[in-house]
């Protein structure tokens, strides 16, 4: 098992704490907007680093919770994907935005990967994508200087849409705050919007700890909180899209990956 696990002095190292919120916004009838705080981690995934021996617990991150071989490293599953797809970092720098794993759980709904060349410019952005099924998938993006960026969907995530249409991302690099947008287009229009924000904030145990205690359980709450709201249209009878019938299949990375 690989983990890497971030304290307080990596900050100089580009991994971070980020105090967040999320807002989930379906466009469709019936409409629905879900807004959920927490906090998050910006990894540097070169830099393994760790907490106090009392935290370590609560801030895992391991490469089973990603796509790829849960023996080698995030960074080493990462890469070889990126060389299949023709993206040659030359040992770049790599941050990720993500969850930690929490007490044994984690669940990332999107994971960012900001992958660099060796002088340090971008050379692309990875969004990886869970949903509650446990499958996964990766999207390469080339964002724009403006951090845009566009993708064609190809993933079920939720069984209230189609596996059609194309995200919008906006994704620029995270510096002292971070504004991720996804917009989803499909049949000519926006049926689903999620904003991912957050504020950098002292990566010391003290504030890490504070943290925990505002938000226990937090990769936990943020499952509990998805199906909930799958709950909530389902009593609506908003017409559940098969699996099978997504036209979607797993790919083997999905399959290996899946526990």
């Not at 098992?1 to 919120?21: F, Q, V």
């Not at 794993?101 to 969004?127: E, I, K, M, S």
């Amino acid at each position: 098992m690989t983990t890497t696990s971030p304290r307080a002095s990596a900050a100089s190292t580009g991994t971070a704490l980020y105090r967040t919120e999320v807002v989930h916004t379906r466009l469709r009838q019936p409409r629905r907007r879900f807004r959920k705080q927490g906090y998050t981690w910006l990894v540097d995934l070169d830099t393994p680093v760790r907490l106090p021996r009392l935290l370590r617990a609560f801030a895992r991150f391991d490469a089973r919770d990603h796509i790829g071989d849960p023996t080698r490293t995030i960074r080493a599953n990462l890469t070889t994907w990126l060389a299949d797809q023709g993206v040659d970092l030359s040992g770049g720098r790599i941050l990720m935005l993500a969850n930690a794993r929490v007490l044994g759980y984690v669940f990332n709904p999107l994971t960012l990967y900001w992958c660099h060349h060796r002088d340090g410019r971008l050379a692309c952005v990875v969004a990886e994508v869970h949903n509650t099924y446990g499958e996964r998938h990766r999207y390469l993006l080339h964002p724009g200087r403006d951090g845009r960026a566009r993708t064609d969907k190809a993933f079920y995530v939720s069984p209230f849409l189609t596996v059609e249409g194309h995200y919008d991302i906006r994704a620029p690099e995270p510096g002292d705050r971070f504004d991720v947008r996804v917009t989803l287009h499909q049949g000519g229009r926006v049926v689903f919007t999620a904003q991912w924000r957050g504020r950098r904030v002292p990566a010391t145990p003290a504030r890490f700890a504070a943290l925990l205690i505002r938000f226990p359980l937090l990769p936990h709450r943020v499952s509990a909180g998805i199906r909930a709201q799958g709950l909530w249209l389902w009593l609506r009878k908003v017409p559940v899209v098969p699996r099978a019938a997504s036209g979607c299949p797993r790919t083997e990375h999905d399959r290996r990956g899946t526990r």
